[in-house]
């Protein structure tokens, strides 16, 4: 489910390169100007009596490879939630991905949408546009297998201490079950076993209806970053 500060814009969203996306949400964020986007949406958590914990809040704009990493798949930062009453943590690591419409967006269009929803598991989201599209205009297999293999191995990352270990895929098994022409494909992975060398992660991939297009496990070996 996506959540977020305005009608998230997904059908005609325009592509734009990483790189000077991402040099423009860090000029964003340095001087500060994405506060009015968090404060809104925490007003939307007081509804509920939920706040922001801004203490727990990370960016993912750093220059070490994990946070590019987190960034290209969507994740810019992340935070916990917390009951305004008394400060008991409800849900530990959302995370928001910024978005602009279009290359000459003004603030007023710079969405925050929710992608992970639940404590344990990783999710996010992948257009189904000519990068993913297999030649008879279908989202090509080998694309949800990747988005799979990406959300699971990012989830597999938060349960070690990456200065001493990577997550590598060992195996990954994907039934395709519906096809998809167009719009967004939304992913999440649920962690089955996180282990001390083994992970495995069942990951559901859907359309925008909910309906159930790819179905994975993932199977990732936790290794010390010198046996690479």
């Known amino acids: ?6 009608q998230p814009y997904l059908r005609n969203h325009t592509l734009h390169d990483f790189h000077k996306s991402l040099d423009k949400e860090k000029s964003i964020i340095e001087e500060g100007q994405h506060f009015s986007v968090l ?3 925490n007003l939307e958590f ?3 009596g939920l706040s922001i914990d801004f203490d727990s809040f990370e960016d993912n704009y750093g220059q070490d490879s994990l946070s590019q990493f987190r960034n ?3 994740v810019d930062a992340s935070f916990n939630i917390v009951k305004t009453s008394n400060r008991q943590i409800v849900k530990e690591g959302y995370t928001i991905d910024y978005k602009f419409r279009d290359k000459n967006a003004s603030w007023d269009d710079f969405l925050a949408e929710i992608i992970s929803q639940d404590f344990g598991t990783y999710s996010g989201k992948m257009p189904v546009d000519t990068r993913t599209k297999q030649p008879f205009g279908l989202l090509h297999g080998g694309a949800s297998a990747a988005f799979a293999e990406t959300l699971g191995s990012i989830g597999a990352g938060k349960h070690v201490d ?3 270990y990577s997550v590598v895929g060992v195996e990954l098994n994907s039934s395709h ?5 167009a719009g967004w494909v939304f992913g999440k992975a649920t962690p089955i076993r996180v282990g001390r060398t ?3 992660w069942d990951i559901n991939i859907k359309n925008e209806e909910g309906d159930l297009v790819c179905k994975s496990r993932l199977t990732l070996a936790v290794i010390k970053r010198n046996d690479r």
Do not use: D, I, N
């Not at 489910?1 to 305005?6: D, E």
């Not at 079950?177 to 022409?181: F, G, M, P, Y």
């Open 46 to 48: 007081e509804k509920k």
């Open 198 to 200: 083994m992970q495995v």
């Open 1 to 6: 489910m996506t959540y977020s500060v305005k």
């Open 162 to 164: 990456l200065e001493e």
């Open 72 to 74: 290209k798949a969507g």
């Open 39 to 41: 404060h809104s949406l």
């Open 177 to 181: 079950l519906k096809a998809v022409r």
